[in-house]
């Protein structure tokens, strides 16, 4: 059965940072693509970035520079590290399974709520 279990979620500052953590089992985490996708009200979900199994990144044009997307393969972990951080950040940032080794799949986890004041 496969989990995603989010955390490290909160109310920050803008300006200041934040690190989500996505806890995968029931995978090989090492074969899986993960992506953090986040929605704010009243809008459509996002994907904010997403991280493939051998490492590579992509983001989401208004998060370049300011936020980055890791993995710890031996911690079965995925990282989003949100700095500078903006009103506009506010959201619930859900983790994504997008792809295990050669089959798409879209596992979410239960979201972890970010809100940014001014």
């Known amino acids: 059965q496969v989990q995603l279990v989010e955390s490290g979620g909160g109310l920050v500052q803008s300006g200041g940072s934040l690190r989500l953590s996505c806890a995968v089992s029931?995978?090989?985490?090492?074969?899986?693509?993960m992506g953090w996708y986040r929605q704010a009200p009243g809008k459509e979900r996002e994907v904010v970035a997403e991280i493939t199994r051998a490492g590579s990144t992509t983001y989401e044009d208004s998060v370049k520079g300011r936020f980055t997307i890791s993995r710890d393969n031996a911690k079965n972990t995925v990282y989003l590290q949100m700095n500078s951080l903006k009103p506009e950040d506010t959201a619930v940032y859900y983790c994504?399974?997008?792809?295990?080794?050669?089959?798409?799949?879209?596992?979410w986890g239960q979201g972890t709520q970010v809100t940014v004041s001014s």
């Open positions: 994504v399974l997008l792809q295990y080794a050669s089959s798409r799949l879209n596992y």
């Open positions: 029931g995978v090989i985490f090492s074969l899986a693509s």
